[in-house]
């Protein structure tokens, strides 16, 4: 897939793997739009990198509607939608008292808000003569961890919706891409015990991103990632067990 001239929009694009994307893809000459809840860390990241942006909280169907307005004044056609969008709350299910508000917010940013993103941006998607959407999931869609387990049913249903839709936006020559990163040096790596579990940067996960996307690899396993799906698949027990102890 060529980078060059299209026009990209990247939810959660203020910040982490969302805010690399957008910088790196704008080198490669794209146009980038960038939407996140935090108007001033947009309008810094838009000052400073040469980004466009739009304020939007896209769990929220009425914001999510305000983005698709303020984008089809601005431009005729999108290019490329990637949902990166995400959160990972971290409590104990049995003794939090706020549970079920946990685990309703996981659900509806990092399962429901994507599609719904995408189903109202599919008219823009649609004018474009090379389209693509990008879900963002993660390595814990090949195996769940017991100190995410909303976070890790949410990326595993993303994970199958990539695989349906993909076959589904065929016939409107709409690619669909699956980014699937390990863990990852982010704001949510606080979630992680990193002496045990290695982080990847996201300079070099958007670089194999990118990759991925120019040779039109459409489930991008990136990193150690790689590993964690071929376990999955000959050793999942073993390999459900190592997941445990890395979290105790």
Same mark, same amino acid.
């Given at each position: 897939?060529?980078? $060059?001239?299209?026009?990209?929009?990247?939810?959660?694009? @203020?910040?982490?793997?969302? /805010?690399?994307?957008?910088?790196?893809?704008?080198?490669?000459?794209? =146009?980038? %739009?960038?939407?996140?809840? *935090?108007?001033?860390? /947009?309008?810094?990241?838009?000052?400073?990198?040469?980004?466009?942006?739009?304020?939007?909280?896209?769990?929220?169907? #009425?914001?999510?509607?305000?983005?698709?307005?303020?984008?089809?004044?601005?431009?005729?056609?999108?290019?490329?939608?990637?949902? *990166?969008?995400?959160?990972?709350?971290? #409590?104990?299910?049995?003794?939090?008292?706020?549970?079920?508000? =946990?685990?309703?917010?996981?659900? $509806?940013? @990092?399962?429901?808000?994507?599609?719904?993103?995408?189903?109202?941006?599919?008219?823009?998607?649609?004018?474009? +003569?090379?389209?693509?959407?990008?879900?963002?999931?993660?390595?814990?869609?090949?195996?769940?961890?017991?100190?995410?387990?909303? #976070?890790?049913?949410? =990326?595993?249903? %993303? +994970? +199958?919706?990539?695989?349906?839709?993909? #076959?589904?936006?065929?016939?409107? @020559? %709409?690619?669909?891409?699956?980014? /699937?990163?390990?863990?990852?040096?982010?704001?949510?790596?606080? *979630?992680?015990?990193?002496?045990?579990?290695?982080?990847?940067?996201?300079?070099?996960?958007?670089?194999?991103?990118? =990759?991925?996307?120019?040779?039109?690899?459409?489930?991008?396993?990136?990193?150690?990632?790689?590993?964690?799906?071929?376990?999955?698949?000959?050793?999942?027990?073993? /390999?459900?067990?190592?997941?445990?102890?890395?979290?105790?």
């Amino acid at each position: 897939m060529r980078i $060059q001239d299209k026009i990209i929009l990247i939810t959660g694009g @203020n910040a982490g793997i969302g /805010l690399e994307m957008a910088k790196q893809l704008t080198k490669l000459g794209a =146009k980038v %739009i960038i939407c996140g809840r *935090n108007e001033a860390t /947009l309008a810094s990241a838009a000052k400073q990198f040469d980004l466009d942006y739009i304020r939007c909280d896209v769990s929220l169907a #009425y914001d999510q509607k305000l983005m698709v307005k303020a984008l089809q004044a601005r431009y005729e056609r999108l290019d490329m939608l990637i949902n *990166n969008a995400g959160m990972m709350h971290k #409590y104990a299910f049995v003794d939090d008292a706020d549970t079920l508000t =946990k685990v309703v917010e996981e659900i $509806q940013v @990092n399962a429901i808000s994507p599609l719904s993103t995408t189903y109202h941006l599919l008219p823009m998607l649609k004018r474009s +003569h090379d389209a693509a959407v990008v879900f963002v999931s993660s390595v814990l869609a090949y195996v769940p961890s017991p100190a995410a387990p909303i #976070y890790s049913g949410t =990326k595993s249903f %993303i +994970h +199958h919706c990539a695989q349906t839709l993909r #076959y589904q936006f065929k016939a409107y @020559n %709409i690619k669909v891409f699956e980014l /699937l990163p390990p863990a990852t040096k982010t704001a949510m790596a606080v *979630n992680f015990d990193s002496a045990k579990i290695p982080l990847m940067s996201v300079e070099k996960l958007v670089a194999e991103f990118i =990759k991925g996307l120019q040779h039109d690899r459409f489930e991008i396993v990136a990193g150690s990632s790689k590993q964690v799906r071929l376990m999955s698949r000959l050793a999942p027990k073993f /390999l459900f067990k190592q997941i445990v102890k890395s979290f105790n």
